[in-house]
Every structure is written in structure tokens, then in C-alpha cells.
């Protein structure tokens, strides 16, 4: 897909298996199993739906991703299955040393397990090359997070970065390079970043975890796991109608069927129309 002079592709670092419940907060049940059917143990299948941008001579990476490290309990607890993030760059022909920046909207590990791997029992990050860009505030939090989220956060996804001097600490706004910005979208963790690209008189969105799914649409429709549900709703009311305003490309972190659509006001309901990215 192309806007201006920039062109991304969406590349799935395969599925993650999450509670139903948990995934869509106060909503009841009956109301989200017609959309996404949970499987026997309450799981509902989600993509983890990653970015590749080329942006000038830079080649960008957003998200990584579950990657390869978690053990085989917990693999086995989160349904973790392929394709996998490497296989699907290899295919667009880049290889880990390739990329110039990764950015991680947050440091839950379905968001940035991909950027570091084991080689003989040591952790490394996957891409060598790369400057990995997180948010300050978020990265202070995942080294020590709460009793409520510390199940999300593993350290050795993104200390290891940072111990090998390829973390960049950002403040709030930042443009990665022309076209592509990141903004800082509070609700889901205190300090979420969301990626906006834009060339071409055109523009892509990248939700992250403010709407994770095209299910989560609805604003009542927000995440059990978010620590500031009302922040997220307002940041909803802000982005989402935006979005439909200005005729984005709507692009889904988790959705598993729609990674990219427009959104559309139809009778006072938003609602997605899927868009073929590749
Ligand atoms: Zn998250």
C-alpha cells in the first residue's frame, strides 16, 4: 500500500489466544461471542498485526509481536501459532539487519516479545541495527509495574534493548521520519503511543490497543486490560470520529480478518469497511 512516497505493508506475527472477558470489559457475553466465538477454555483468537514501513531510506518496524521466547506453558496458555514476524519480512525480502527502527506502541508482550530472541542462553534483540523507540513513561512502568498488569510485562522483551544501548526514551509526540509520527494515546496504558502515517494527501492510522479489533468500535466496547478505561473512551470519541471524518486507513493491532478498513458512520453506528492493504 502506498501513500505518497511511503509505502507499508501489514505483517501478522501470528495469532494470540486471550480471555473473551477480558478483551471486551463491561460488555456482557451474548453480545461479544457473535462476533469473535471464544473456543472451550473462554479464548477468543487474535491477530498480532505488525507494520512494515519504508519511509525514505528508512525501513520502520512497528511492533514485534509475541517472538519465539516464552516458554511452552505459556505459549500453550496464550494459543501462540505462526506466521510468524521473520518469515513474513523475509518474504517482503528484508532480513533483522535491515531495519532501521522499531517501534513499540507499548511494552505488553504481544506488542514487543518479537524484539529480542536466545542465542546460547543469552537474550539479544533481534534487530542489531535498529534503534528501538518506546515511550519514557512506559518504559519506566514496565520495569516495575503493578500488581494488576505485571502478568503482560517481561523484562527481557525490552531491558536487554536498553542494555544494549538501542533504546531511544521518547516524551510524547515524535516524527520517526517524513510521513510518520507517533502519538502519544493514553487509556490503555498511561503512555500507549498510536502511529499515524500520511503521504500523498492520504492517511493511515495505526490504533494499537485504543481499538484493538473492529469489534471494539462501539465506545463502550473497551478492554478489561486497559488500566484508564475513561481515558480510553474519550481518546475514542477523539480519534475515531476523526478517522471517519477525514477518510483514513483504519489499521487494527489484534483484528484477525480485518487488518486495514475504512470506517464509516452509518444510523449513528461506526462501522469498518475492510480495505485490501497488500
Ligand atoms: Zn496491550
Known sequence: MKLGDIEFHVV??????????AMFGVIPRPLWERKMPPDARNRIALSMNCLVIHAGEKRILVETGAGGKMNPKLRDIYGLDGPFLLDGLRALDLRPEDIDIVVNTH???DHCGGNTRVEKDQVVPVFPNAR???QEGEFAHAMRPTERDTASYFQENFATVGAAGQL???????????GVELCRVPGHTAHMQCVKLSGGGKTAFFFADLVPTTAHLPLPWI???DLYPMTTLENKKRWIPEAIREGWIALFAHDPRVPAAYLRERDGNWESEPLNVD
Not at 501478522?12 to 472477558?21: A, K, Q, Y
Not at 526514551?169 to 521520519?177: D, S
Request: aromatic share 10%; glycine share 16%; net charge negative.
Open 12 to 21: 501478522s506475527d501470528g495469532h494470540v489466544l486471550l480471555d473473551g472477558g
Open 223 to 225: 478492554m478489561g486490560y
Open 107 to 109: 511494552l505488553h508482550f
Open 168 to 178: 531511544s526514551l521518547l516524551e510524547g509526540e515524535h516524527t520517526v521520519a517524513p
Open 132 to 134: 528501538y523507540l518506546v
